[in-house]
Nanobody
Framework: QVQLVESGGGSVQAGGSLRLSCAAS????????MAWFRQAPGKQRVGVAG????????YYADSVKGRFTISTDNANNILYLQMNSLKPEDTAMYSC????????????????????WGRGIQVTVSS
């Protein structure tokens, strides 16, 4: 089992920045891919950014390209999401996830490919 705990959420004005963290514990050696997902009220969960932790390949949703950056601290089992130039439409519950699969390209952002999930953390962007 792998446990994931998010931190770093909160409220920010449009144009501002936040950095989310996801601390992983347990059998982390079994996971090969990680990602951030978000879900706004009344909408489906969607993938935001993913990373293949073995070689660092990343993949982003079009809506966040150039604004968000996903990264890992493999030594300390931490996943990050740096969010810049935030917009009101980025408001959502953000969750990190880990997968035992080798995920690259668009498969990185498919929720059904993930085995472990954090509880989520709220990000609110005001205009």
């Amino acid at each position: 089992q792998v446990q994931l705990v998010e931190s770093g959420g909160g409220s920010v004005q449009a144009g501002g920045s936040l950095r989310l963290s996801c601390a992983a514990s347990g059998n982390t050696y079994s996971t090969k891919s990680m990602a951030w997902f978000r879900q706004a009220p009344g909408k489906q969960r969607v993938g935001v950014a993913g990373i293949y932790t073995r070689d660092g390949r990343t993949y982003y949703a079009d809506s966040v390209k150039g604004r968000f950056t996903i990264s890992t601290d493999n030594a300390n089992n931490i996943l990050y999401l740096q969010m810049n130039s935030l917009k009101p439409e980025d408001t959502a519950m953000y969750s990190c996830a880990a997968s035992r699969f080798n995920l690259v390209s668009a498969t990185t952002l498919t929720p059904s490919n993930y085995h472990y999930w954090g509880r989520g953390i709220q990000v609110t962007v005001s205009s």
